[in-house]
């Protein structure tokens, strides 16, 4: 039986697009189906392979950016000078077919089990995977709380801003935007360091929970503001998705 869970997620899969839909200017969901999805958790991920006319082949990574239970979907940034994003944001259509293997990840997931409270520290695309977890929340009916503290460059790159603007009891939602901010902008407007930490994580006495999900630096500087605040290393869990992407 194990071994037919193990050969399951490591089958590559043929998965058709169903829809697809613009986040922001440089960012878009994917929507997929496939025939045998056996199910995800929250924050895992799957690999994409395209294979090119001519048999060259390129694999990359994506978190899963629906919740257990919602057909699979994946949300990527179009990196202009990468191999496999241009493609995904610009070329492909509904009813194209790519392949996937998945899901993949047992450490960067939650289950509404694991209970909180939740600090959730997105930079970027690294949203993708703690939509995930805040979707697989609010469908569990877990009252969990949760903070999350949201880097992107500009509002313009906000990915999934209207789902996060809309008010969910018990979810407090902190943006700081790094490059460009709206006139009139009171928020945050610099990268996460040590001073935003303090004043947005959760009093160190009450054991949250902490998932730091992005670009490589970007992760490295949220754990290790963390860990000087005082939260355990073995609370805060990361997803680096490599050097690029703030
Ligand atoms: C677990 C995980 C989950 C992820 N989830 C997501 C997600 O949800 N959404 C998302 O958008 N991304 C996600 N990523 C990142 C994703 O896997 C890809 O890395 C990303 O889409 C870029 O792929 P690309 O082929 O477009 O770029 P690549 O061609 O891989 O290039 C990436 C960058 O590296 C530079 N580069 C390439 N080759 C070289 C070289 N030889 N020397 C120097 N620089 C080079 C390029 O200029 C480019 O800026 C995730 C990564 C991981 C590991």
Same mark, same amino acid.
């Given at each position: 039986?194990? /071994? *037919?869970?193990?050969? /399951? #997620?490591? *089958?590559?899969?043929?998965a058709t697009v169903g829809s697809v839909a613009d986040e922001t200017p440089s960012v #878009? *969901?994917?929507?997929? %189906?496939v025939p045998d999805w056996a199910g995800h #958790?929250? /924050?895992?991920h799957v690999d994409v392979r395209l294979t090119a %006319?001519?048999?060259?082949?390129a694999e990359r990574a994506y978190s899963i950016a629906s919740a257990p239970g919602e057909p699979l979907s994946i *949300?990527?940034?179009r990196l202009d000078d990468g191999e496999v994003s241009p493609y995904l944001t610009e070329e492909l259509r509904a009813g194209d077919e790519i392949e996937v293997r998945g899901p993949i990840g047992g450490y960067f997931v939650w289950d509404a089990a694991d209970g909180g409270p939740l600090l959730l520290l997105a930079g970027g695309s690294g949203i993708v995977p703690l939509r995930a977890i805040l979707r697989h929340r609010e469908r569990s009916g877990s009252a969990v709380p949760v903070r999350l503290l949201y880097s992107s460059r500009s509002w313009a790159d906000v990915i999934y801003r209207d789902e996060l603007d809309r008010p969910s009891d018990g979810v407090t939602v902190i943006h700081t935007l790094t490059r460009q901010?709206?006139?009139?902008?009171?928020g945050y407007a610099r990268r996460v360091d040590q001073e935003m930490i303090a004043e947005v994580a959760w009093p160190v006495a009450q054991a949250a929970l902490a998932y730091a999900c992005g670009p490589t630096n970007f992760v490295e500087a949220a754990a290790s503001a963390l860990v000087a605040f005082g939260y355990l290393p073995r609370r805060i869990r990361t997803e680096r998705f490599g050097a690029t992407g703030q």
């Open positions: 039986m194990a /071994g *037919t869970a193990v050969r /399951g #997620r490591l *089958t590559w899969q043929t #878009r *969901t994917i929507f997929l %189906e #958790r929250a /924050g895992q %006319e001519d048999g060259y082949q *949300t990527v940034e901010q709206p006139p009139g902008w009171t």
